[in-house]
């Protein structure tokens, strides 16, 4: 009796346990490999793992004149600066949606996402023509302005939300008592839509620092990020350097996390989902 | 600021497309305790929010004191008004929000907190100052919103249903403590209850409303005794509406009155209002038992101090003081009803 309790018990311990399993290797799987890649020192065909491991290609990364350093920077200026001009557009512009009446707001942000049902390249070639017309292929700003597209709609999609969620009747009161609507605005609405709005910066952030397509037809040659990096390396066979790119792309968004956990208190953050 | 009366000259307003309150003319004067009495729906709230400038008004004139203040944007006006969510600052501390309208005024910080003290020492909050407002009870809640409400000292305050949110025991409760502090401050209010018992409780004056309209101004004492008409007699309490009869002692279309005024007798009384029926139910209410009579097409409702076998014949009779005459057009009659005095429980 007790046994077959038992049993029953364990199989029914079993199962998550092998899903989770299962989605770990699904996660975690190309991770693992990525990581081998970026320790090998030799991996030739028939070998199942890497016969030598060690840095050398590492240093070959961070040389100087290899472009890593100025990739990265470049990847995490163009990330941030995305971040604030996405911001910037998307905070009025959510306020203004989420005090919309319904069926004009839902129409509006439909519209807004309707250049994401299109496939992306004909769009970014599109752009790139234009761009090139406006002298901006190959500039910073042609680069964020690329990277904005898909980060706007992210940012005031997330950002609507956030100010929808903010009870009207407490901006409401803070008319009531005094405050004018810029002050009830900054006082009232903005901080209790910060985290939603927080949220939202990561999203652009990610996005920005994962971008390719944009960049490639709008940045190369003169403008080169982490993705356009790893892509050079993959398309040259050298999976070595694609991998340790890869890695290095890790870093700013991991840290960008941290940086932003940090300025925000757990009972903040629980409110995102709200 | 000082106390100040408040005025409503034929104000109508429409939200959405529908007309939501019809011509409404409303005088408060300054220093009173004035409850906006009606049921849900019928435009309480509305009114509320318009006198502090939330819910633009289609037409007429809104006066605090000696000017005129429906134009002016809601921070301009200067009414503090409670609502009915209480509308706390989550992000903020208790402090932080019976400060905050203090901050707008420019006031010291060093004051500011000398004066949220006080006032939390006044609400019997003391101490609460730097919790969240999050982890607060509901009268507690209730408790910070009016301090924020009373803190800029407003020449007019307005409470949108300020106790409805609490438990019954402590609602009973806040009711005087309310009422004392707005005597003490001599605040004029304006409070809404869908509640009769609380308006009758609590106010100088009652503005019964329906439908976007004024129906009766009356003392707490009038509005009770003489509703106006049967839609009003009915939201007030009289549950017994019974067609007059030639015999009767007082001559009306319609006779209310309330069940705890019809009594059973052995033998009809004088100078009473007296039917016969057929008991059709009698269940206890803890002091006395209530009873359901059928009287011809009629069903009366009467109370006993001793308990009546259902299907037996009994007279039920109501004291002329009691009585309540309705006319043909439903509007209470001038003469045959009671006076005050006799009608004070
Ligand atoms: N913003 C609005 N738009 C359209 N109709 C509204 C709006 N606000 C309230 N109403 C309507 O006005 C009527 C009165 O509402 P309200 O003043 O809240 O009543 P009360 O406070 O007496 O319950 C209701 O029928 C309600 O549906
Ligand atoms: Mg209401």
Redesign the pocket.
Known sequence: MALATLARRGAANLLPAVMIGLCAFVVFGPLTNLFLWAFAEKWFFPARYPTEYGFDFWQRVFRPRAGAWTSLFNSVWIALATVGLSMALAVPAGYALARLMLPARAFIMLIFLLPQAFPSLPIFVNIAHMFYGLGLNGTYTGVVLVHSLPGLVYAVWIATAAFGAVDRTMEEAARNLGAGPMRTFRDITLPQAFPGLVAASIFVFLDSIDEFTGTFFVGTPDISTLPILMFNASMGGNYQIASITALILLVPSIGFMLVIERFLKADVLSRIGR | MGVEALALHGLSIR??G?Q?LHDVTLNVPAGSFTCLL??????????LRSIAGFAPPASGDIRLGARSIADLPPEKRGTAMVFQSYALWPHMTVAGNLTYPLKLRGIVRAERDARAEALLDILGLSGFGARKVGSLSGGQRQRVALGRALIIDPPILLL?EPLSNLDAAIRRNLRGELRRLQQRLGITTIM?T?DQEEALAMADTIVL?RA?RVVQVAAPQDLYARPADLDAGRFLGVDNMLAGRPDDPVAAATLGFRSMDARIHATAPQDALVRHGTVLDCAYTGGGYHLQLQSGAEVISAVSGVPVTPGSQVCVAVPTASLMAFGADQMLLPNGSPPIAETVQ
């Open positions: 939200l959405g529908a939501i009606g049921p849900s729906g019928c435009g309480k709230t509305t009114l949108d809404v869908h409303m976007g």
